[in-house]
């Protein structure tokens, strides 16, 4: 049996195969909803323990399911999940669940949970679908905090508001007020900014990987010229 390279699963969750940035799945939620960092990062959470919870779950009874039977055992495995995550956020976090509203119950539909359980928990051991589900989660949540973040800056001109939400009372006068006496940018909060701002963080990325590429080529050239001489 191969050795498990979970070195590998964590930049292809990262970085590689960022399901936000390359395979592009779960941007309904991601768009709708990283309006600011909190609600990102609220979302972000709920989705990363869906994900690791489905992934070990549908890891650790893929052998007792039956073929034709699997889409609909993975799709009850993520909505168990998906409610338990409801229900805390319901009774600890209950403003914040009110804001999220319909797209936590709609994590059982998210086309990110979906693929990595059909693509990954479902042919692999459990340690390597716990870290492939834990890096895609962080992954995911990553884009969603440098998309609220952004959306959150250029928009209201704050950062970290209303995080009394997650955190309780004693970080309500967290905020940073990063531009004073702003008065927004409308754009940049609602859906067309939400566009925007991810075809940036996109095309960022593209850019970095295209420098890495063409590094690894030119280094690769030099081993080779010197090789040869």
């Known amino acids: 049996m191969a050795q498990t390279d ?3 699963i964590t930049r292809n969750g990262l970085w590689h195969n960022n399901p936000a940035l390359i395979q592009l799945l779960g941007l309904c939620p991601l768009l709708a909803v990283s309006s600011t960092f909190i609600n990102a990062l609220g979302l972000g959470i709920a989705t990363t323990l869906v994900m690791i919870g489905s992934n070990v779950t549908v890891s650790f009874v893929r052998n007792q399911i039956k073929q034709e ?4 055992v993975f799709v009850l495995i993520i909505a168990s999940f998906v409610t338990v995550v409801e229900l805390l956020m319901h009774a600890y976090w209950h403003d914040l669940y009110k804001i999220l509203g319909i797209f936590i119950p709609l994590i059982v539909t998210n086309c990110v949970i979906i693929a990595r359980v059909e693509a990954f ?3 692999n051991d459990v340690k390597a679908s716990f870290v492939d589900g834990l890096t895609m989660g962080l992954g995911f949540t990553a884009v969603l905090l440098l998309l609220g973040s952004m959306r959150e800056i250029i928009g209201q001109g704050t950062l970290f508001s209303h995080a009394h939400l997650m955190f309780g009372d004693t970080f309500r006068d967290i905020q940073l007020t990063l531009i004073h006496d ?5 754009l940049a909060v609602l859906p067309p900014g939400a566009f925007i701002g991810l075809g ?3 095309a960022l990325k593209n850019v970095i990987e295209a420098r890495r590429i063409n590094r690894l080529a030119a280094i690769e050239k030099i081993n080779v010229v010197d090789t040869a001489s």
């Open 6 to 8: 979970y070195k590998k």
């Open 69 to 72: 039977l699997r889409i609909p």
């Open 121 to 123: 928990a479902a042919k």
């Open 182 to 186: 702003y008065s927004g940018f409308l």
């Open 200 to 202: 940036l963080i996109i």
